[in-house]
């Protein structure tokens, strides 16, 4: 089974802080998606990647870098939190070949900024 | 560009009863179409997904849904509610690439007693 482990569940930081959000994905995969899921917003895409140190754009980008050293591990760095981005945070990556989009998501990391 | 809008932030339906939760699409190109569940406290799984062939296409956990290209739907069923079917529901089309997906802003199920 694929398997997308994302460090942290649960996380509290404070405004101004530097955030890093942890993603490991265990088949191979060539694309890895940080995703932000908001109540009545869906899933926004922050950054994708897909290949090692590649790195694209998604719809809400700003406030955010990503860093994709090893193509096991993509990173979503928050330079300087604020609390507009409390929110939860989802990681996914798709199939070899990413020909159908599917998409295999880790659990969540929830952070709080205050 | 593609869109997606699901129709009810909210349904709630009795355990046994049918449920139906709604999603309608825009595709500029012929769509690949996905509904994704997430349990409470956790991240979104793979119900089913249409690509190409068989319109109604069959998921896990007895759901069901069928691709209607006329109506741009691509709406979720299934015959029987059980209780364990409590989550919330998104519906998905792939993007311009299979690099980007676009997810409805999601259904949340309630199943009554």
């Known amino acids: 089974d694929v398997k997308v482990t994302q460090s942290s569940r649960y996380l509290v930081k404070r405004t101004g802080e530097k955030v890093f959000l942890e993603c490991v994905q265990d088949?191979?995969?060539?694309?890895m998606f940080w995703y932000r899921q908001d109540p009545g917003l869906g899933l926004r895409l922050i950054y994708f990647?897909?290949?090692?140190?590649?790195?694209e754009k998604g719809d809400i980008p700003e406030g955010y870098s990503v860093s994709r050293e090893k193509k096991e591990r993509f990173s979503l760095i928050l330079e300087s939190a604020s609390t507009n981005q409390t929110s939860m945070y989802l990681c996914?990556?798709?199939?070899?070949?990413?020909?159908?989009?599917?998409?295999?998501f880790g659990e969540g990391s929830r952070l709080t900024v205050l | 560009a593609q869109s997606v809008t699901q129709l009810g932030s909210h349904v709630s339906v009795s355990e046994g009863a049918l449920v139906l939760l709604r999603c309608n699409y825009s595709s500029s190109v012929p769509p690949y179409l996905f509904w994704y569940v997430q349990y409470p406290n956790q991240g979104l799984q793979l119900l089913l997904k249409y690509t190409t062939g068989a319109t109604l296409v069959k998921g896990i956990n007895g759901f069901e849904a069928e691709f209607k290209k006329s109506e741009t739907s691509f709406h979720l069923t299934k015959p029987s509610a059980h209780m364990s079917d409590a989550a919330e529901y998104f519906c998905a089309v792939r993007g311009s690439s299979a690099s980007k997906i676009i997810f409805g802003s999601g259904t949340r199920l309630s199943i009554r007693p």
């Open positions: 996914a990556s798709s199939l070899p070949g990413g020909n159908t989009g599917e998409l295999f």
């Open positions: 088949m191979d995969h060539e694309n």
């Open positions: 990647s897909y290949d090692v140190k590649m790195k």
